[in-house]
């Protein structure tokens, strides 16, 4: 903490005084929308043309203020350091098999994109595939990869720029040979083979004007056949009724197809068709969205499913595939207080918890038999338990917020796990403390929050803070180490982690106490959380800022102009911050279950205009200092969402505090964002919330 002040104590007479920044004149243009009798005005509409040269030239000097305004921040230098050092160590996927190979992934330490490797049965490694060969720039990444059942082939995706629009390439594994043409615009698709045939993929019409951002909401699977162009390719499902959403596969045994079908981003329906009947017709299993449900494994005619019908935690049933409707269902592993995921390898189910925003992992027999629970030492975050069904040894990796991720051997029979890799990182987890607390929310729900911080720290109120939060769409946020936060804590800062409603923790109904009318409770939680950082005296709110990323951009966007005083910093990424057009730009439509739409009634209408971020800057307030991150080829939330709230705040902030947005050009969403991009990233968003903590 003294290391912070004396840096800070420094630099202050050297940096240029904050006062009014003079920021780049956004003009006006008026347009009026009417939403149920009510006028809205949209001034600055014209930023949603990403095809514009004005609207080109206004992210230049954004950029150009924005930039200036970081590199005087002497702290970066030493930042960056640190950063590249910390970062630059050996990382390794968890290994799986495939054929005759085990491949996993790995890093050297700063190379911009992970490398596909493997092994043979003796041992010798070698390079699969080297996406930093893709790019000199590391902004084209490897998205996806999808073996055949017998490994000899592979379908991997690319994507350029971070765009969620992919190619695909097929290849024999054993010499890498290219076989047939690259596949074009596929998004949102899981590549699912058919024997060693073909596969099933699923994408949209490609967009006529802008891709960045026109509507696209008719999804449809296809079947591509190996060696055959692409537009011969059948349409299998999604031709006669549309859905924003598909995905279908052919069971391992290839006696079934499975397809689902959704609209929103939370509600599916399952259908299935025998392939060992000739002219067999499409059978419906679940019907009107009430539930997610998805075919996990077979048995012969024996489906096991995962699901939240009628069980918010899920459980796995069976039911016999000649008469799958839901009354014939059986529960195999029922529905517990805790939120239950299924994966399967060496011929067992591994049943995983999320206890309280930690991992517990059961194993299963095929006949339901609990065979063991599965230890670890600690509490944190498990991923794995997945292979072939023949593999005596599968693995799994652990991590937490202060232990970096290593990997683990598993013997399926004995329940014995070993090391299999452990990082070599200059940092000791037992110089941290990870502790987790329950804070009652505003209506009295109790919500957890993890805090993070070097061991002797004096909680005195006065300690620089950041505290993360997402809360939507039904996605948990689960512990896992970080560079970026490590160099925080080292810092002496503190970094807080709060598992607000919305999010997937605790359930369907956890998940649903944060959506469309409930959305405030999201708020709620969060600034709770901030109140009870302040309360116990990890911080206060002149050293506290607040971060979120897409759904968490939302989050801090509509805490930041509820309650500015809160909060002195607040950095919202990539996030949903118009929320009365929202889903009129790609994909966005299918994120109404979570916040419903402006068109769909006058309540949800004056619901959502009572918290959107863009519409919700007032006149004559100081909000706190704020940097908005947004990627200029983000075709998931597009950045005109930031471009709008950066031209209100920028507007009608009054004082001191500085209203910047950051435009990552040549990026996306998130997703494939090379190492030398996310260090960069870091270091601005780090240096900007130290200086303007300290200023």
Known sequence: MKHIKFLFSFFLFFFYSHGQIDYPLTKKNIVIDTYFDFNIEDPYRWLEDDTSSEVKEWINKQNELTFSYLDQIP??????????????????????????????????????????????????????????????????????????????????????????????????????????????????????????????????????????????????????????????????????????????????????????????????????????????????????????????????????????????????????????NVDNWIDFIPETKNVLSVSKGGGYFFAKYFVDANSKILQYNYEGKLIREVKFNGKGNVNGFSGKEEELEIFYNFSNYITPRSSFKYNV?????????????????????????????????????????????????????????????????????????????????????????????????????????????????????AEFLIQNKYTSSNHLAINGRSNGGLLVGACMTQRPELFKVAIPAVGVLDMLRYHTFTSGAGWAYDYGTSEQSKEMFEYLYNYSPVHNVKEEVEYPATLILTGDHDDRVVPSHSFKFAAQLQSKQIGENPTLIRIETNAGHGAGTPVDKRIEEAVDVIGFILFNIFK
Do not use: C
Not at 124 to 148: M, R
Not at 440 to 469: Q, R
Not at 519 to 527: A, P
């Open 75 to 324: 702290v970066r230098k030493n930042l960056k350091k640190r950063l590249k050092e910390l970062w630059n160590y050996e990382k390794i996927g968890t290994p799986f098999k495939e054929g005759k190979y085990t491949y996993y992934y790995k890093n050297n330490g700063l190379q911009n994109q992970y490398v596909l490797y493997r092994k043979n049965d003796k041992e010798n490694e070698e390079v699969f595939i080297d996406p930093n060969k893709f790019s000199k720039d590391g902004t084209i990444s490897l998205a996806g990869i999808s073996f055949s059942e017998d490994g000899s082939l592979l379908a991997y995706s690319i994507s350029e720029g971070g765009s969620d629009w992919r190619k695909v390439i097929v290849i024999e594994t054993e010499n890498k040979n290219i076989i047939g043409d690259t596949l074009l615009d596929i998004k949102f698709s899981g590549i699912n083979w058919d024997g060693n045939k073909g596969f099933y993929y699923s994408t949209y019409e490609k967009p006529k004007n802008s891709v960045l951002s026109e509507k696209t909401d008719r999804h449809k699977l296809f079947y591509h056949k190996l060696n055959t162009s692409q537009k011969n390719d059948k349409v299998i499902f999604g031709e006669k009724e549309k859905f924003r959403y598909i995905s279908g596969y052919i069971t391992k045994d290839l006696n079934y197809l499975v397809i689902s079908a959704s609209n929103e981003t939370s509600g599916n329906n399952l259908y299935i068709k025998d392939l060992k009947k000739e002219n067999a017709k499409l059978v419906q299993i679940t019907y009107n969205f009430e539930s997610n449900s998805y075919i996990s494994h077979n048995i012969g005619n024996k489906l096991y499913i995962h699901t939240n019908l009628n069980a918010p935690n899920n459980r796995l049933i069976t039911v016999n595939a000649e008469n799958p």
């Open 413 to 529: 029979k004995t329940g014995e796990s070993e090391l299999y890799w452990a990082p070599n990182i200059n940092f000791d987890s037992k110089d941290f403390i990870s502790e987790q607390h329950f804070f009652t929310s505003n209506d009295g729900t109790k919500v957890p929050i993890s805090i993070m911080y070097k061991k002797g720290l004096e909680l005195n109120g006065a300690n620089p803070t950041i505290l993360y939060g997402y809360g939507g769409f039904n996605i948990s946020l689960k512990p896992s180490f970080s560079v970026i936060n490590a160099v925080w804590l080292e810092q002496g800062g503190i970094y807080a982690v709060a598992n607000l409603r919305g999010g997937g923790e605790y359930g369907k109904e956890w998940h649903d106490a944060g959506t469309k009318m409930q959305k405030q409770n999201v708020f709620d939680d969060f600034i709770s959380a």
